[in-house]
């Protein structure tokens, strides 16, 4: 982490992404669920503090904020106290957001109530300027032409679902180009536009994500000079369990872990009898990983469970509940809204229920 204290005249910006509060991810059991809020509130007060911390001026939030249009007021409230924190440190507040709901979008509102400066429709065409240090700053969106008057640098931010050629068409309007959608950080150019993308403020499982925020210095003299700050808090810690013996053993490496990190990553390999993954107990595991403050995710997507120990060496016959599982997985990483992700995970407790009660499946006309 590179933190350069603002001089006379510098203009300071934080720029994040991949909040999404409220987000409860369908994948996950619902205690884990809750937590996953958890870490995503403190992700958000995290980086405003370190924004703050860092002198900075001004903190854009790309993106969008929250993970559902009409969010809930739990999760409206849980955004107030970080805002209002950093309000008073003097920091101006901009945010992107959904136009079609304007009179229900829970970031309009805590614009309304004088938490976010200014709200720019992700999609745009939007435009704001703002003055920091001297300096005025035009933010726009959605393709929104780069001359405003009186701006004395011009920042593009892109759109959620945007094409490939997107970043070249924001480039012809703009000073510099802010990517909000990627998962890693990354300092690149068009021509003779910085392209920068920020990375990922929020909580994820993703292998590749790269949590934290870009920090922009902004001079006459230097132009603009990006640097990455990490938020290491929420970074996953991965472990990997290979064709484990017993219940124990998968207890023993998991259990020293649950408390002492935010997220965990669990990968369980190979070929398992079923009695060692039942005797695991992989979902009192993630109870107690809850109550102990981690947020702890299974990945099985590599692990065969075999009926019996005369099995290893035969092809494999994989546990039907197991495969059920990893199948719901995959339809929920694949799912296009919350509602068929809520049709999925009721499906998946359903046939785990049927299963461990060991009673017939009904046939419903």
Do not use: Y
Not at 118 to 131: E, F, K, M, Y
Not at 244 to 257: H, M, N, V
């Amino acid at each position: 982490m590179r933190i350069v204290r603002p001089l006379e005249g510098r203009a300071r910006l934080a720029v994040a992404a991949g909040f999404r509060l409220g987000a409860r991810p369908a994948a996950l059991a619902p205690s884990q669920q809750d937590r996953f809020c958890s870490l995503t509130q403190r992700a958000f007060a995290g980086v405003l503090d370190q924004a703050a911390s860092a002198g900075c001026q001004a903190f854009v939030c790309g993106g969008g904020l929250f993970a559902d249009t009409l969010p809930s007021l739990e999760h409206v409230r849980a955004a107030m106290a970080p805002l209002a924190s950093a309000r008073r440190a003097g920091i101006t507040i901009i945010a992107t957001g959904d136009s079609a709901n304007q009179d229900t979008d829970g970031t309009n509102f805590l614009a309304e109530v004088g938490l976010i400066d200014t709200v720019l429709d992700a999609r745009g065409p939007d435009s704001t300027l703002i003055s920091a240090a001297n300096l005025q700053l035009a933010l726009v969106t959605g393709g929104a032409r780069g001359d405003l008057d009186g701006a004395d640098l011009v920042l593009a931010l892109d759109a959620p679902g945007r094409d490939a050629g997107e970043p070249a068409a924001m480039a012809t309007n703009a000073d510099l180009v802010i990517a909000t959608h990627a998962r890693q950080a990354a300092f690149d150019r068009l021509g003779d536009v910085p392209v920068i993308e920020t990375g990922w403020a929020g909580p994820s499982f993703e292998r590749d994500t790269q949590p934290g925020f870009v920090v922009l210095d902004v001079d006459p003299r230097n132009g603009v000079v990006p640097s990455f700050v990490e938020t290491d808090a929420i970074r996953p810690a991965q472990l990997v369990v290979d064709a484990p013996q017993t219940g124990s053993e998968i207890d023993r490496l998991i259990a020293p872990e649950l408390g002492a990190v935010g997220i965990l990553d669990a990968k369980i390999q190979g070929r398992v009898l079923r009695s060692v993954w039942h005797d695991a107990d992989p979902e009192g595991l993630i109870d107690r990983a809850a109550a102990a403050g981690t947020l702890l995710r299974f990945d099985i997507d590599g692990m065969v469970v075999v009926e019996s120990a005369s099995e290893i060496g035969l092809p494999e016959r994989p546990s039907f509940l197991v495969n059920a599982r990893r199948v719901s997985e995959r339809l929920l990483t694949a799912a296009n809204d919350e509602s068929e992700r809520d049709v999925v995970a009721a499906a998946r407790s359903r046939i785990v229920e049927t299963a461990r009660r060991r009673e017939p499946t009904k046939i419903v006309a």
